[in-house]
């Protein structure tokens, strides 16, 4: 068994691209290896900024030698009268290398037995390697030198390796050795003399190849440091993410900033230092932010000093800008920015802001209303809408978009609104993303699935119904978030006629919208629900609108997943398979000439029902009746009026198993 280790040193790749490269890698070589029949067990792909690394473990030698019947020309191409071969039949053993003695005849064909031997996987590696780096892919790329091929970054070294023997192999305009290179600042012209050394040679070179010992180390120096501080750093995995692979050799560095800069949101001040900056913000005891952060700086040295003056001088700038606008803005309340955003346009022919900003006021009214909140609670929401938009005509957020609501509650607050309405404003975004927190507050929800229908709406209304590629205002993302909130807090909004409102708001219409996003919405809620339930169960429970009431659709689905009598799923499928459509005729019980139809009726007639619970074993409760009349009853009879009384039984029994879900999708 072998191992193989491939490097690409390169110049400093885009951090959004390594992560994309090191599964593409992974990927490539493990669809390489298996279409080549070669034995492995692992593939490790490591990356920095200047450099791809893959190490595959315990190698086979060789691809197995495999044996293969081949067939010739029929036998009288073959050989003559005379039964001595012809030019056909020389040819054909020439070219496969064979003798007279290694052919025979089955079905009137030559035929031959033949052993093609493995190629060694040094010169599979050797033959392949170059064709899996090119077909990397990502933003950006481009051509280098008067290179035709093209590469995220230049390449300046290339290693590769099978245990203690060089592979050589060419990518673009580089030939591999066994020599790599350490952190800029550090020893170079490393030799490797068997990939087992790789790792460590780079580690005492001021490089930890390994991005998940990077980051670990990362987390580690970060804690250190607010330690020593009593202070705590709340950071993203975006942020964690984004400085692992800007640096080869993490170091962290506390700098700290003029407190009076404390006095602006601290959203924004966060935002500065994660966002803009790539700073680890650091917070009290109390989660309240302090003046100092912690740059990690891809740095092999102790001299601090410079790289504290540097990143001081950037902050100071970004946060003198904040405080400016801050100022500014806040001179004037936030409700006369209102007028503002007359001038900004959502999208065109859907009006401005200004517009959507009026929708969502009529939008959250009706909510609130269908979700009986009246009075004074009313008119925090319809003042929430009113004003949730109002800073993107704000300076601050034309700086820092990202912030939009939270700069606006912040506002909010100063303008001497209502700590709910604030609150509202902000949360009315929520959730930011698919992993994130949904709004608290109801002003909150109501406004923010008002925004997300409205924003819906005019998508499909618009004509850019999202696609595989593109989603346009973040329709999808938009739909999640509204099946979140009404989920999470048990709300019973009718979102099929919330749609149907939000069309009737908008100045464009569009035929067929409305089941378009009904089925656009319906499918982000089975897509978000799948990675709880099983999809067919979700897909059954469709078979009544579930935008109707999403709770309910949720319960119906828990009910009919701790269904296990399969007497009752075979039951209602011979029913649906009966009956093509349902009857609309009433039944007549007089008509009833069996006991069995008497029986199934009464049955039928008797539910009473509080919860799903309590309706499957209602439902279970039919399965004697149901069995004995499909044993004594004949649906097709010949008299028409005892048929057409018969079907309209079984649709009313249809109706009850379709009240939970299409049994023919269980």
């Known amino acids: 068994m072998s191992k193989y280790l491939l490097e690409i040193g390169v110049e400093e790749l885009p951090y959004k691209f390594i992560p994309s490269a090191i599964e593409q890698l992974k990927t490539g070589f493990s669809k390489f290896l298996e279409e080549n029949q070669v034995g492995f067990s692992n593939i490790k792909v490591m990356a ?12 086979t030698d060789k691809q197995p030698d495999i044996e293969k019947i081949i067939k010739g020309p029929v036998k009288k191409a073959a050989f003559t009268e005379e039964g001595k071969l012809s030019p056909a039949g020389a040819g054909f053993l020439k070219k496969n290398n064979l003798s007279e003695s290694d052919i025979y005849i089955e079905n009137d064909y030559v035929h031959a037995k033949i052993k093609i031997e493995g190629k060694k996987t040094a010169d599979l590696l050797k033959d392949n390697v170059s064709n899996i780096v090119l077909k990397l892919q990502g933003a950006h790329f481009m051509r280098w030198g008067y290179n035709d091929e093209k590469f995220s970054r230049p390449i300046r070294w290339i290693v590769s390796i099978l245990d203690d023997k060089e592979i050589p192999v060419t990518i673009i305009d580089k030939t591999s050795s066994n020599v790599t290179r350490g952190h800029r600042f550090s020893k170079q012209n490393i030799v490797i003399n068997h990939p087992d050394e790789y790792i460590d040679k780079l580690k005492d070179a001021c490089v930890y190849v390994d991005q998940n010992e990077r980051k670990s180390k990362i987390k580690e120096l970060v804690k250190q440091e607010a330690d020593k501080l009593n202070a705590k750093a709340d950071y993203s995995d975006d942020l964690l993410e984004e400085v692992t692979y800007i640096c080869e050799y993490p170091i962290a560095v506390v700098c700290e900033f003029d407190k009076d800069f404390l006095t602006i949101p601290q959203e924004v001040a966060v935002t500065v230092m994660e966002v803009h900056q790539r700073y680890f913000a650091l917070y009290d005891n109390n989660g309240k932010l302090i003046n100092k952060f912690i740059t990690v700086t891809n740095y092999v040295g102790n001299e601090f000093e410079n790289i504290r003056a540097g990143n001081l001088r950037v902050i100071k700038a970004r946060l003198d800008d904040a405080v400016f606008f801050f100022r500014e803005d806040t001179k004037k309340p936030l409700e006369s920015y209102l007028e503002n955003i007359k001038g900004i346009t959502f999208q065109k022919g859907l009006g401005s802001m200004y517009d959507k900003t009026l929708r969502l006021v009529k939008l959250s009214s009706w909510i609130a209303k269908n979700l009986k909140i009246y009075n004074n609670e009313t008119e925090i929401i319809q003042r929430t809408a009113l004003l949730c938009k109002a800073d993107l005509a704000t300076n601050l957020v034309f700086e820092f978009t990202e912030l939009q609501g939270f700069i606006g509650a912040d506002y909010a607050r100063v303008s001497g609104e209502d700590i709910k309405v604030a609150d509202g404003i902000k949360e009315h975004y929520f959730p930011l993303n698919a992993d994130s927190e949904t709004a608290s507050s109801i002003e909150g929800q109501i406004v923010g699935i008002a925004d997300k229908i409205d924003t819906i709406c005019a998508v499909f209304t618009g004509g850019k119904k999202p696609t595989g590629s593109s989603d346009p205002l973040g329709a999808r993302r938009a739909a999640l978030g509204i099946v979140k909130t009404i989920l999470e807090h048990n709300l019973n909004i009718n979102i099929a006629e919330l749609i149907q409102e939000a069309i009737e708001l908008l100045p464009v219409k569009k035929e067929g919208a409305l089941e378009e996003i009904v089925e656009f919405i319906t499918q982000r809620l089975i897509i978000y629900l799948s990675d709880f339930y099983p999809k067919n169960i979700l897909e059954a429970c469709t078979s009544v609108n579930p935008l109707v009431d999403l709770c309910d659709y949720k319960n119906r689905v828990e009910a009919l997943l701790s269904l296990n009598n399969p007497q009752l799923a075979e039951n209602a499928n011979r029913v649906i398979r009966i009956l093509k459509e349902n009857s609309r005729q009433e039944i007549t019980p007089s008509l009833f000439n069996t006991t069995a139809e008497k029986d199934l009726y009464e049955a039928i007639k008797s539910v009473s029902i509080d919860n799903y619970a309590n309706y499957i074993q209602y439902l279970n409760s039919l399965n004697p009746y149901v069995t004995k009349f499909f044993e004594d009853v004949l649906v ?25 879900a299409d049994f023919s999708k269980v």
């Open 48 to 59: 920095t900024p200047r450099r791809l690394a893959v190490i595959i473990s315990d190698l």
């Open 636 to 660: 097709m009879d010949k008299d028409e009026k005892i048929k057409n009384n018969r079907i309209a039984l079984l649709s009313k029994l249809k109706n009850e198993y379709c009240r939970l």
